[in-house]
Protein backbone atom coordinates (compact mmCIF):
# COMPACT_ATOMS: atom_id res chain seq x y z
CA UNK A 1 0.00 0.00 0.00
CA UNK A 2 1.58 3.55 -1.05
CA UNK A 3 -0.04 5.49 1.91
CA UNK A 4 0.95 5.19 5.40
CA UNK A 5 0.16 6.28 9.21
CA UNK A 6 0.76 9.79 9.88
CA UNK A 7 0.98 10.80 5.70
CA UNK A 8 -1.25 14.00 5.10
CA UNK A 9 -4.19 12.96 2.17
CA UNK A 10 -6.54 14.78 0.27
CA UNK A 11 -9.96 12.84 -0.11
CA UNK A 12 -10.84 13.16 -4.25
CA UNK A 13 -14.47 11.11 -4.40
CA UNK A 14 -17.09 11.29 -2.19
CA UNK A 15 -19.17 13.41 0.12
CA UNK A 16 -16.07 14.90 1.98
CA UNK A 17 -14.15 15.48 -1.55
CA UNK A 18 -11.69 18.83 -1.06
CA UNK A 19 -10.97 17.96 2.54
CA UNK A 20 -7.37 17.38 3.82
CA UNK A 21 -6.41 14.96 7.19
CA UNK A 22 -4.35 12.89 8.02
CA UNK A 23 -3.70 9.04 8.48
CA UNK A 24 -4.77 7.87 11.65
CA UNK A 25 -4.69 3.97 10.59
CA UNK A 26 -4.51 1.81 8.08
CA UNK A 27 -6.32 -1.32 6.85
CA UNK A 28 -3.91 -2.81 4.24
CA UNK A 29 -6.14 -6.04 4.16
CA UNK A 30 -9.23 -4.12 3.03
CA UNK A 31 -6.98 -1.44 0.91
CA UNK A 32 -9.12 1.39 3.31
CA UNK A 33 -7.60 4.03 5.68
CA UNK A 34 -8.95 6.15 8.51
CA UNK A 35 -7.95 9.73 7.99
CA UNK A 36 -8.84 12.41 10.71
CA UNK A 37 -11.84 14.45 10.28
CA UNK A 38 -13.11 12.76 7.42
CA UNK A 39 -15.86 10.31 6.91
CA UNK A 40 -17.14 11.40 10.59
CA UNK A 41 -20.14 8.38 11.93
CA UNK A 42 -22.13 9.48 14.53
CA UNK A 43 -22.92 6.36 17.02
CA UNK A 44 -26.04 6.51 19.27
CA UNK A 45 -24.94 4.45 22.54
CA UNK A 46 -27.60 3.70 25.15
CA UNK A 47 -27.20 4.42 28.66
CA UNK A 48 -25.88 1.29 30.39
CA UNK A 49 -26.93 2.13 34.04
CA UNK A 50 -29.71 3.96 35.77
CA UNK A 51 -28.98 7.74 36.18
CA UNK A 52 -26.54 7.47 33.16
CA UNK A 53 -27.86 9.28 30.05
CA UNK A 54 -27.43 7.77 26.27
CA UNK A 55 -24.91 9.76 24.41
CA UNK A 56 -23.62 10.06 20.41
CA UNK A 57 -20.21 9.21 20.03
CA UNK A 58 -18.48 10.78 16.57
CA UNK A 59 -15.13 9.17 15.04
CA UNK A 60 -14.05 9.03 11.76
CA UNK A 61 -15.01 5.95 9.90
CA UNK A 62 -13.00 3.90 6.97
CA UNK A 63 -12.91 5.19 3.34
CA UNK A 64 -11.39 3.41 0.26
CA UNK A 65 -7.46 4.36 -0.39
CA UNK A 66 -8.46 4.87 -4.09
CA UNK A 67 -10.56 7.55 -2.71
CA UNK A 68 -7.40 9.32 -1.30
CA UNK A 69 -4.65 11.09 -2.75
CA UNK A 70 -1.01 11.79 -0.70
CA UNK A 71 -0.23 15.40 -0.77
CA UNK A 72 3.07 16.09 -1.77
CA UNK A 73 4.94 18.00 0.99
CA UNK A 74 7.17 20.14 -1.41
CA UNK A 75 4.38 21.21 -3.27
CA UNK A 76 1.11 21.25 -1.02
CA UNK A 77 -0.66 19.24 -4.40
CA UNK A 78 -2.07 15.92 -4.67
CA UNK A 79 0.26 13.83 -6.28
CA UNK A 80 0.26 9.80 -7.36
CA UNK A 81 2.82 7.90 -5.54
CA UNK A 82 5.99 6.11 -7.20
CA UNK A 83 9.10 4.20 -6.23
CA UNK A 84 12.69 4.17 -6.10
CA UNK A 85 15.85 2.28 -5.33
CA UNK A 86 18.54 4.13 -3.89
CA UNK A 87 22.36 3.51 -4.20
CA UNK A 88 22.60 1.86 -0.53
CA UNK A 89 19.82 -0.32 -2.04
CA UNK A 90 16.86 0.74 0.19
CA UNK A 91 13.40 1.82 -1.47
CA UNK A 92 12.08 5.19 -1.08
CA UNK A 93 8.49 6.78 -1.83
CA UNK A 94 8.86 9.46 -4.67
CA UNK A 95 6.35 12.00 -5.61
CA UNK A 96 5.07 11.61 -9.21
CA UNK A 97 4.58 15.49 -9.54
CA UNK A 98 7.34 17.16 -7.91
CA UNK A 99 9.62 14.03 -8.59
CA UNK A 100 11.13 14.13 -4.77
CA UNK A 101 11.50 11.89 -2.09
CA UNK A 102 8.66 11.96 0.21
Known amino acids: MR ?4 DTVEVIAG ?9 VRVHAAEHRVVVDGVNIITKHVKARQSG ?7 FP ?11 CP ?19 RISKKSGKEI
Open 3 to 6: IKKG
Open 15 to 23: KDRGKRGTV
Open 52 to 58: QRGERIQ
Open 61 to 71: GKIDVSNVMLV
Open 74 to 92: HTDKPTRVGYKVTEGGQKV
